[in-house]
């Protein structure tokens, strides 16, 4: 059955239900028999869309149809509490975004990562539903009052699963952050950026080399620079000499030339060879060994033969020399040359020999670039011998780049792989060690075909088998895989087929890695190892363990991306840490169209940081507010506020990766601009907080509702701080996270309050706008409430208004019954009493509210006030137009209204905050008073920063308390590896070993536990804390698989536990394994201590007690033994100590100033009494009044007042009392009552 929402009027939101077929229109008439028609302005949503009025009685609700009628609030203001059409409309706007599924950064309801990845359906979905949440609930607060300390994008930066990786509080790392929108930039901001698809890797000739992309936002960018971990190795369309990409790298090609360098005659140089180019397009090179070969030699020898007897053989030389010069020429990518040849080197080389000869020319260039090089003979004297540059060596960067923007693929690598989660470093066991096969595991998801794959395998102790001599053998190990097809069930529908058979055949310890490629016709397909050869392994000798690291389905085609990216193949080496390379950042600035006023057009994009450009292209993106250039106000945005701002040198530089909508993300980048966006019918108008804004409309109590004027007096709060510290990314420190602290002189504040803006990487810009708004917060405190008619319908939010009412001081005003303008008079109702020194100047209010004037008074009287002649005709040069055309003395409507002041500017001038409506024709206007002081910190200079660190000072340490659990079974046994937090650590990267000196990685991991299969025998684990660059020292731990847990020790009590003390002490257990004691108060769950410990007897003082926030008079404790492999079962201990009881009777006599306690036997041990005097009768601990701590009874309680009734309580102490002081664990006695006698 078809339903309805409704919510209009002030009426709540309700749900009705209607019969199949039931007309917009019929329900609307139902909803309103009296008038057929909705009380006020109403917007009918249907299927996700606004429908119009015209096609309500021709729209038929069936089935399970869902329409909703929203009235449209009637104010003017777009902000607060109160909203304007236009607001509703881009609210509206939004819902309807909401159902497209798109946050303002996704666009299109592809999430980054998420569409590569093949999530797009479901996670579009979700977003939708998100948007529609948030575009109705955050719509209303158009223009806080107080900030929040974060913007809402970035409050994310607290949650892991969507952390925005640029702005983290807990360091910067790449993810693939699924769900989440497609980030977008304004200005020039250093991100650190989502990875878009599968990163995979492959080792080519035992070298690894990883293969990423990531994405740079929606929209285009000009990038700046790249880097690792905070090491630069590309800026500005160049590689340059770093860690990663030295200048001489070890990743070497040699390039074919063969040209002659022919001599030129008459002792003149040769021509130059054809230019060649020896660093392509595909490759980046930073120097370069150009090689002359000499095939016939240079010069010769002469030998003549021996005479018998007479004459040995000689050897006359005749050496020759040889000169040439090498230059290059910088080319792009199609090989077209960039600028001019530059000389390499001059070489020469000189010989007796007919014998082939070479040299070498070294190139260093100044960057990495393509060149091609040429060559000329400079030899003054022509030989038969060629002289032949024959090729060159370069030397390239160990990383390389694709840059690509939205729509296009990448060319650099495959990205479109899919990795076997199954397949995770799995060791092939020998058939002599019950091995077998491993797996299958599909290879590629349902639905898809592919026709390759990669497996990788390697040996981490290497190969080989030590003789009887101790030297290292060769040794060969076999492995074999086999594929066949299935269906998307995973059901086999072909037999098995054996896709690759391989010997690993070495002598060396180092670790043997090697990727394998596979092919297939077409289809889908699992596959399964094992290794086919036998081990003897366990004699010690031999090495030749054999894992699956991994295996990988290279999927048909390119993916699309919905946004620029950066796709990254780098060679892995021992500079490049894991944890560097998964912090990649990228420095760039968006471009966006530039807008001409004086034209009215707008540019070809450009790189930018103005926040007019990126407000604009918020507000016009088909993704954003889509507005056209006449819904905006582009000469106030571009005109006004640009220039101020370019002045100023306030940049707008920030990164969008959390969930915004439209208009909550212009509220909040405009914030750090002083800035304040506004809804005016369907226009996004800009009001700009400077002193000197003119007044836009004139409050007096002929447009006040009577009896609604009410002046506020603001206090100090922590809600409007006049000190304040800013956060924000410093660029010129490398956007490191800083702060600033803007304070204003004899601030009340305990604490700075602790602010972050959007837009801001500039210390200047952050003390400026600290200043500006701590000076709001103390000077805007005067506030004003009241409720106007008809007028409230042209307000807006930020507008600029005179007050004048009888509640302020200095106010006159009344209404105008006549005017003259020959004599430029005015008549008027009302009295100006007094005399009133020095000049007076009177404004008029428009028939919309605007004032007119001031103009200064010549003269007035009580009944009538003449302009100054002079001053009104100036008024009039100035565009301000006669008044005397549109006076009225209220025969057709309001008369009228003048104000007097006495200064051409307004005293009373305030700001609207907040627009509502109360009813149909009246709304409530809410202003803070406009301070000329608000901005007098504007030229306050800005605080250096003082070298201090948001992280610990101190270098990380080690990890402490690493310890390894096994778990799994004996043949597949699982080591589970743990340690105590690391402070100021960001992640922790895990090696694993087998013999303690070949060390594997394992990845990195953001808690302080790392479980992983392990094989079986001795293991070793390693780990450091990891923050940004910085690495901890390792920790080791080292075990077995083939040793068990220990056995649960068996504690007894040394003594007894009295006075919150305890000893207990158990036998050694069996493999002398460290000891865990943890205490648990009575009750309690959770341990208050845990105590690692060698010995076998252990303490507890009253001392530890109070440390842990104790003591307690029961307790557990537990021990536990600990090996390499794990912690035994606990042995318990529990043990108690009550308060001593007492017996019998409580006795009191008294005198006139004394009462005489005595009585009171106890059972156990005690050592004194307390005595507490209560309010009452029954007094219970809250009703106690004084207390006295005593040896023994009888007692004498003195210093009591005569003919008084008293109560008094006793309980018995212990040692445990003595120590603790808990007055509440003890065991009272019964009141007793007495009253002392008269004086």
Known sequence: MPKVVIECGKRNAREIEVADGTTLQEIMERENPETGNWPAPTVCMFKGQPLARKFWAVTHLVGDAVASFMELPMSGGGGGGGSDTGRMIMQLAIIVVAAAATWYVGGTGAIA??????????????????????????????????????????????????????????????????????????????????????????????????????????????????????????????????????????????????????????????????????????????????????????????????????????????????????????????????????????????????????????????????????????????????????????????????????????????????????????????????????????????????????????????????????????????????????????????????????????????????????????????????????????????????????????????????????????????????????????????????????????????????????????????????????????????????????????????????????????????????????????VVSFAFDRPGRPVRHEFTPYNIVRGTFQPKWGTYSDQSPDDVQVSYLDEEAGFASRDVRASLPESEARKPAQKNFLGIVNRNHAHKIGMAIAARNRYRRLGYEFETEGMGRVLNLGDVVGLNHPRLKDTVYGQVRGWSAETLTILITGKIRGQHAGDLYVSLTRRDGSPWGPVKVASYTDGSITFDAADYTLLLTQGLGSPFTWLTGGEDRQATVWTLQTAREYRRRAIITNISPTGLYRYKITCINDHEAVDDWLDSPTPVWEQRTALPESQLVAPQSLRGHMGGTAENPILIASWLPVKGATSYRVDLSVDGQNWEPKGSVTVNAYETPVAVGAVWVRVCALRQDDESPWSTWHGDTTVVPPNAPVPSVIGAYTGADISITWARVAGDPSYVVKVYPEGANIPVRTAPIAQTAYRYSHVLGVDDGGPWRALRLDVLAVNEVGESPAGSVAVSDPAPAVTGVLSASADSNSVILSGLGVSGEYTGFVLVRGASAGFGASGIVESRVINGLPYTWAGLAPETEYYFRAAAKDAFFDVAGDFAALNYSDVVTIKTAGA
């Open 113 to 682: 990562g998420v569409q590569a990845l093949g999530y797009g359906g479901l996670a579009g979905g979700l977003a939708g539903a998100a948007v529609f949440t948030a575009g109705t609930l955050l719509m209303g607060q158009i223009f806080p009052t107080s900030l929040p300390s974060l913007p809402s994008g970035q409050i994310s930066a607290y949650h892991s699963e969507s952390a925005s990786p640029t702005y983290n509080v807990n360091g910067s790392t790449n993810t693939a952050r699924l769900y989440q929108p497609v980030p977008e930039g304004f200005g020039r901001m250093k991100i650190t950026p989502d990875k878009i698809s599968n990163e995979w890797a492959e080792y080519i000739k035992n070298e690894y080399y990883l293969y990423q992309v990531f994405g740079r936002g929606r929209g285009t960018y000009a990038v700046e620079q790249m880097a690792f971990g905070g090491v630069i190795f590309w800026r500005n369309g160049h590689f340059v000499d770093s860690a990663y990409t030295p200048i001489q790298s070890d990743s070497e090609k040699r390039v074919p030339i063969n040209a002659e360098l022919k001599y030129g005659e008459n002792g003149a140089a040769g021509d130059w060879s054809p230019a060649t180019i020896v660093v392509p397009a595909d490759a980046y090179a930073g120097m370069l060994h150009v090689n002359m070969l000499f095939p016939d030699g240079i010069g010769w020898t002469e030998v003549i033969s021996a005479q018998p007897d007479t004459i040995p053989e000689q050897k006359i030389p005749h050496p020759e020399t040889v000169k040439y010069r090498v230059e290059y020429q910088e080319v792009d990518a199609s090989g077209n040359p960039v600028g001019d040849w530059a000389l390499v080197a001059e070489g020469e080389k000189t010989g007796a020999s007919t014998a082939a000869q070479s040299a070498t020319l070294e190139i260093v260039l100044p960057r990495f670039m393509h060149v091609r090089v040429r060559g000329r003979n400079l030899s003054a004297k022509p030989l038969a011998q060629k002289v032949v540059m024959s090729d060159a060596v370069i030397f390239m960067a160990s990383v390389e780049v694709q840059l690509f923007e939205a729509g296009e693929k990448v060319t650099l690598f495959p990205d479109n792989v899919e990795p076997v989660a199954s397949v995770a470093s799995q060791e092939l066991l020998a058939p002599n060690a019950s091995g077998d096969w491993i797996g299958p595991f599909p290879l590629n998801p349902p639905g898809t075909k592919i026709t390759r794959g990669q497996l990788d395998l390697i040996m981490p102790r290497g190969c080989g088998r030590y003789n009887n001599q101790g030297a290292l053998t060769t040794i060969g190990v076999n492995v074999e895989y086999q594929y066949r097809e299935i269906d998307d069930n995973g059901i086999g529908i072909s037999p098995w087929a054996v896709c690759l058979t391989h010997t690993f055949s070495a002598a060396q310890l180092t670790a043997i890695r090697e990727t394998f490629e596979l092919t297939f016709a077409g289809g889908r397909y699992e596959i399964r190892g094992r290794r086919t050869s036998n081990s003897s392994a366990s004699d010690g000798r031999t090495m030749d363990v054999v894992q699956w690291e991994s295996a990988k389905a290279f999927l048909p085609g390119s993916l699309s991306y919905n946004q620029a990216g950066v796709a990254v193949k780098i060679k892995a080496t021992n500079k490049l840490s894991q944890n560097a390379a998964n912090n990649f950042t990228v420095v760039q600035t968006r471009k966006l169209p530039v807008y001409d006023r004086i034209a009215k057009t707008w540019s070809e994009p450009q790189p930018t940081r103005s926040y007019a450009a990126a407000a604009s292209a918020i507000i016009k993106a088909k993704h954003g507010g889509n507005r056209r250039d006449r819904q905006i106000d582009l000469d106030t945005l571009w005109g006004v506020i640009q220039p101020e701002l370019g002045q100023r040198g306030w940049n707008c530089d920030c990164w969008i990766d959390g969930p915004y909508d439209v208009w909550q993300l212009l509220v909040e980048l405009s914030q750090a601009y002083l800035v304040m966006p506004r809804l005016h019918g369907s």
